[in-house]
T-cell receptor
Framework: SQQGEEDPQALSIQEGENATMNCSYKTSINNLQWYRQNSGRGLVHLILIRSNEREKHSGRLRVTLDTSKKSSSLLITASRAADTASYFCATDLSYSGAGSYQLTFGKGTKLSVIP | GAVVSQHPSRVICKSGTSVKIECRSLDFQATTMFWYRQFPKQSLMLMATSNEGSKATYEQGVEKDKFLINHASLTLSTLTVTSAHPEDSSFYIC?????????????FGSGTQLSVL
């Protein structure tokens, strides 16, 4: 079954606004990662947050992790038209008894930033 | 940053033919490469994990004889879709994990859109 589930499935905002995407997962994780995918392209790693971290920043990106609720959020501040893409959370189950390295992706949130 | 090159980016073929997709890590050695399949507006579905010099590990439901994976070196993995059929039409993406260290993130190729007529 899908480990990560993003919410919302689609999000449309005006340029300059903030965009918040959420991810929920089911089992214990080693870390959680966010990736971005432009239409018809591969994925690009954005940020990684470990299970013992609660918040992390990278430029205009802010990620939070709540392991008690098994959820994470990705905030993009001051969005730009170039941020238009699909965003996926991925959970790393390594060192959780899940066997070898394994990254499981959610279904993604499609973000549209209107100029 | 690390670069993974995937070729071809798009391929159209007739039903019954075989298609080979290459995935190369250009500036690093990849201990492990992963092959995913993605349907429109869907997530990535892991098909198989390949380690250099050993047989690939396929996910449940993925036919080994249909999707042949070869990981001949630390920089190259190939996926061959044998006797392709229209239902094999999809977006295929490879990713690589760097050798050594505590490398938890993946580097992705740009994907291959396969259309089987």
């Amino acid at each position: 079954s899908q480990q990560g589930e993003e919410d919302p499935q689609a999000l449309s905002i005006q340029e300059g606004e903030n965009a918040t995407m959420n991810c929920s997962y089911k089992t214990s994780i080693n870390n959680l990662q966010w990736y971005r995918q432009n239409s018809g392209r591969g994925l690009v790693h954005l940020i990684l947050i470990r299970s013992n971290e609660r918040e992390k920043h990278s430029g205009r990106l802010r990620v939070t992790l709540d392991t008690s609720k098994k959820s994470s959020s990705l905030l993009i501040t001051a969005s730009r038209a170039a941020d238009t893409a699909s965003y996926f959370c991925a959970t790393d189950l390594s060192y959780s008894g899940a066997g070898s390295y394994q990254l499981t992706f959610g279904k993604g949130t499609k973000l549209s930033v209107i100029p | 940053g690390a670069v993974v090159s995937q070729h071809p980016s798009r391929v159209i073929c007739k039903s019954g033919t075989s298609v080979k997709i290459e995935c190369r890590s250009l500036d690093f050695q990849a201990t492990t490469m992963f092959w995913y399949r993605q349907f429109p507006k869907q997530s990535l579905m892991l098909m198989a994990t390949s380690n250099e010099g050993s047989k690939a590990t396929y996910e449940q439901g993925v036919e080994k004889d249909k999707f042949l994976i070869n990981h001949a070196s630390l920089t190259l993995s190939t996926l061959t879709v044998t006797s392709a059929h229209p239902e094999d039409s999809s977006f295929y993406i490879c990713s690589a994990r760097a050798l050594g260290g505590y490398n938890e993130k993946l580097f992705f190729g740009s994907g291959t859109q396969l259309s089987v007529l």
